[in-house]
């Protein structure tokens, strides 16, 4: 029962924490969420699961199933289990959870126990998403995500906090209330064909085309119109274009800390749900809409990679090109290829690991100067030289540079997206997407020029000095998790492959 223990530390963690003087809840959080870190990452040296969880014949790892309460004609249960999508992505959560409370440490000075604390209780139900197997477990662990992060961004926040949180809150509130209703249209035209809400249940049955008629509705409308709910939902979450436009207020007014969770991993709820639902429980209705969704993945990848070029605050320019990464991911899910899929799940672990590296290298920056703003600094290569090398590399693992995460990612989903038999044009659409790189190159270089090089200037009244340990370590450490899946994609990619080509058989028009 690993699962459920790393879930039940990380809630006795919190508890733990809130309970701590705020001199010592910084430190104290840090060494307990190591515990996570170190199961996390021995669950993965031990993995044994194949196939992908929601299909049959799977075998996910640490699978737990125990009855839990009963609704109407439907069994709930508490399951659990990990899968290659899922695990890679527990892994990256208990890692970027440690990273980021240490480089909280200097920019957190108030209310530290609470702000700990509620860091830790969001992990665990982040963990309890990509685990979850059971839509009502699954859900209440989505749900329960949004509190804490409206509370981390509202109280410790920038100048417009309350705004950026009361946004993040409702426009993710009301995409859950989408996607509950989508999925419950697919449960009741299931009708007695299911006795379950388990996720592979479901998902068995809807393949099997076992989906009735509603109130004299087709099944097809039916199943169509499900597949726009619950994609509504979770692209708000991703977010896509044009549900995207909480995150750079959400990215900008949250402390960095949580900039680091929010991009490196609340958003990989969405493609991850994505993956799980709409491509994988609806494999057909996605194939017979893969121009349109294409056509979203593209606008997102080139769309929020100029709107990254017209910004000044470094926070913005890294907040809109996450827009950019998620699209590329649903440019590989659609493609429904072995790269394309496998490409777009190693995507998000290495869009998780960049974004947080370049989070916290613009955090590290503003402790010392106070300021996000490209106009107000340049030369500060010659003052924090270790954060401005840093800065660049995670610049150019953005770009893809060979040898580092973001190129393999990005190379797989070239690859699977220009082989796709799917979306017709596939080669089109993947020569615009593959034009996001050169906006990419743009912005960053130019925010780089601006502010790292050249004559000193910065138009604060602070003196700079040598950044923390705490502030520096993280960053070292991230950077060597991006060379090393840049090196070594294999130690993710082998079990993601595993765990997606039954699913592009689904899209294929095959059974699993």
Same mark, same amino acid.
């Given at each position: 029962?690993?699962?459920?223990?790393?879930?039940?530390?990380?809630?006795?963690?919190?508890?733990?924490?809130?309970?701590?003087?705020?001199?010592?809840?910084?430190?104290?959080?840090?060494?307990?969420?190591?515990?996570?870190?170190?199961?996390?990452?021995?669950?993965?040296?031990?993995?044994?699961?194949?196939?992908?969880?929601?299909?049959?014949?799977?075998?996910?790892?640490?699978?737990?199933?125990?009855?839990?309460?009963?609704?109407?004609?439907?069994?709930?249960?508490?399951?659990?289990?990990?899968?290659?999508?899922?695990?890679?992505?527990?892994?990256?959560?208990?890692?970027?959870?440690?990273?980021?409370?240490?480089?909280?440490?200097?920019?957190?000075?108030?209310?530290?126990?609470?702000?700990?604390?509620?860091?830790?209780?969001?992990?665990?139900?982040?963990?309890?998403?990509?685990?979850?197997?059971?839509?009502?477990?699954?859900?209440?662990?989505?749900?329960?995500?949004? %509190?804490?992060?409206?509370?981390?961004?509202?109280?410790?926040?920038?100048?417009? /906090?309350?705004?950026?949180?009361?946004?993040?809150?409702?426009?993710?509130?009301?995409?859950?209330? %989408?996607?509950?209703?989508?999925?419950?249209?697919?449960?009741?035209?299931?009708?007695?064909?299911?006795?379950?809400?388990?996720?592979?249940?479901?998902?068995?049955?809807?393949?099997?085309?076992?989906?009735?008629?509603?109130?004299?509705?087709?099944?097809?409308?039916?199943?169509?119109?499900?597949?726009?709910?619950?994609?509504?939902?979770?692209?708000?979450?991703?977010?896509?274009?044009?549900?995207?436009?909480?995150?750079?207020?959400?990215?900008?007014? #949250?402390?960095?800390?949580?900039? %680091?969770?929010?991009?490196?991993?609340?958003?990989?709820?969405?493609?991850?749900?994505?993956?799980?639902?709409?491509?994988?429980?609806?494999?057909? *209705?996605?194939?017979?809409?893969?121009?349109?969704?294409?056509?979203?993945?593209?606008?997102?990848?080139?769309? @929020?990679?100029?709107? #990254?070029?017209?910004?000044?605050?470094?926070?913005?320019?890294?907040?809109?090109?996450?827009?950019?990464?998620?699209?590329?991911?649903?440019?590989?899910?659609?493609?429904?290829?072995?790269?394309?899929?496998?490409?777009?799940?190693?995507?998000?672990?290495?869009?998780?690991?960049?974004?947080?590296?370049?989070?916290?290298?613009?955090?590290?920056?503003?402790?010392?100067?106070?300021? /996000?703003?490209?106009?107000?600094?340049? @030369?500060? #290569?010659?003052?924090?030289?270790?954060?401005?090398? %840093?800065? *660049?590399?995670?610049?150019?693992?953005?770009?893809?540079?060979?040898?580092?995460?973001?190129?393999?990612?990005?190379?797989?989903?070239?690859?699977?997206?220009?082989?796709?038999?799917?979306?017709?044009?596939?080669?089109?659409?993947?020569?615009?997407?593959?034009?996001?790189?050169?906006?990419?190159?743009?912005?960053?270089?130019?925010?780089?020029?601006?502010?790292?090089?050249?004559?000193?200037?910065?138009?604060?009244?602070?003196?700079?000095?040598?950044?923390?340990?705490?502030?520096?370590?993280?960053?070292?450490?991230?950077?060597?998790?991006?060379?090393?899946?840049?090196?070594?994609?294999?130690?993710?990619?082998?079990?993601?492959?595993?765990?997606?080509?039954?699913?592009?058989?689904?899209?294929?028009?095959?059974?699993?």
């Amino acid at each position: 029962m690993l699962v459920e223990l790393l879930i039940l530390f990380a809630l006795v963690a919190a508890g733990i924490v809130f309970l701590v003087p705020d001199e010592y809840a910084g430190q104290s959080a840090a060494v307990l969420s190591l515990v996570p870190v170190g199961v996390s990452l021995w669950m993965y040296s031990i993995f044994d699961g194949t196939g992908n969880a929601l299909l049959e014949g799977s075998q996910p790892a640490f699978e737990t199933i125990t009855s839990w309460v009963t609704l109407g004609p439907y069994a709930i249960s508490w399951h659990v289990g990990l899968d290659g999508v899922s695990m890679p992505l527990v892994v990256l959560t208990t890692l970027l959870t440690t990273l980021a409370i240490v480089s909280a440490w200097t920019p957190i000075d108030e209310r530290e126990s609470q702000f700990y604390g509620l860091v830790l209780f969001m992990q665990a139900a982040l963990i309890g998403v990509f685990a979850a197997l059971d839509f009502l477990l699954w859900f209440v662990f989505w749900e329960a995500v949004l %509190v804490p992060m409206y509370f981390l961004i509202g109280v410790w926040g920038g100048p417009r /906090r309350k705004y950026a949180a009361i946004k993040f809150f409702v426009y993710t509130n009301v995409a859950s209330l %989408v996607l509950f209703v989508g999925f419950f249209t697919l449960v009741f035209g299931l009708g007695d064909s299911i006795s379950t809400l388990g996720l592979p249940a479901i998902a068995q049955a809807l393949n099997a085309g076992q989906l009735g008629s509603i109130g004299g509705v087709s099944p097809s409308t039916v199943k169509l119109a499900a597949f726009a709910a619950l994609f509504f939902g979770f692209a708000v979450k991703v977010p896509v274009v044009p549900f995207h436009t909480w995150l750079p207020d959400a990215h900008v007014e #949250a402390p960095t800390p949580v900039s %680091v969770l929010l991009a490196g991993v609340l958003l990989k709820m969405g493609t991850y749900a994505l993956l799980r639902f709409n491509f994988t429980m609806l494999a057909d *209705v996605a194939r017979a809409n893969a121009e349109l969704i294409a056509i979203f993945a593209v606008v997102s990848v080139i769309y @929020g990679a100029l709107l #990254a070029l017209a910004q000044k605050d470094l926070k913005r320019i890294v907040a809109y090109s996450s827009i950019s990464s998620m699209g590329y991911v649903i440019l590989g899910l659609i493609a429904f290829t072995p790269h394309g899929v496998g490409g777009a799940t190693f995507q998000m672990v290495s869009h998780g690991l960049i974004s947080g590296l370049m989070f916290m290298a613009v955090g590290v920056m503003y402790n010392e100067t106070h300021t /996000r703003m490209i106009g107000d600094m340049s @030369g500060m #290569a010659d003052r924090m030289p270790v954060t401005a090398g %840093v800065f *660049v590399a995670a610049a150019f693992g953005y770009m893809g540079l060979p040898l580092m995460s973001g190129f393999a990612a990005e190379v797989l989903v070239f690859m699977g997206a220009f082989r796709s038999t799917t979306i017709s044009a596939a080669p089109l659409f993947t020569g615009i997407a593959m034009f996001g790189i050169v906006i990419v190159a743009g912005y960053l270089l130019r925010a780089m020029q601006k502010t790292l090089f050249g004559p000193f200037r910065l138009e604060t009244d602070y003196d700079i000095g040598r950044a923390p340990f705490q502030d520096v370590a993280p960053l070292f450490v991230l950077l060597a998790l991006v060379i090393a899946l840049g090196v070594a994609p294999d130690l993710f990619y082998t079990m993601i492959q595993d765990a997606v080509f039954e699913v592009t058989a689904l899209g294929l028009g095959g059974g699993a």
